[in-house]
Nanobody
Framework: HVQLVESGGGSVQVGGSLRLSCEASGYKYNDYCMGWFRQGPGKEREGVAA???????NYADSVKGRFTISADSAKNVRYLQMDSLKPVDTGVYYCALEYFCGGSWYSRHYFSNWGQGTQVTVS
């Protein structure tokens, strides 16, 4: 079965940076769509960024220019580099995997495979 393991969360000051990692295993295809989502206190889970098997990327407007999603296909790891962090970026960050991204990459309902989440706190 598919297993996604996130790492790299933590506490950081406003304006700081963090890099999240998501290692995937058990998926039968080498190429796939990986999305990053976050859920702030009392908020819905929202799509932050996604990268497709061909390297195409998508970002939420709130993180464009600050976050960068990338892939190391050889290691089956996807990264989310987060710079210029703000308090509103605080939340639990999840990675999610699906066959391809398409137009629904931002929707939590689209993805069927999820990691356990990692906490990011910006203060």
């Amino acid at each position: 079965h598919v297993q996604l393991v996130e790492s790299g969360g933590g506490s950081v000051q406003v304006g700081g940076s963090l890099r999240l990692s998501c290692e995937a295993s058990g998926y039968k295809y080498n190429d796939y769509c990986m999305g990053w989502f976050r859920q702030g206190p009392g908020k819905e889970r929202e799509g932050v960024a996604a990268i497709d098997g061909d390297g195409a990327t998508n970002y939420a407007d709130s993180v464009k220019g600050r976050f960068t999603i990338s892939a190391d296909s050889a290691k089956n790891v996807r990264y989310l580099q987060m710079d210029s962090l703000k308090p509103v970026d605080t939340g639990v960050y999840y990675c999610a995997l699906e066959y391809f991204c398409g137009g629904s990459w931002y929707s939590r309902h689209y993805f069927s495979n999820w990691g356990q989440g990692t906490q990011v706190t910006v203060s």
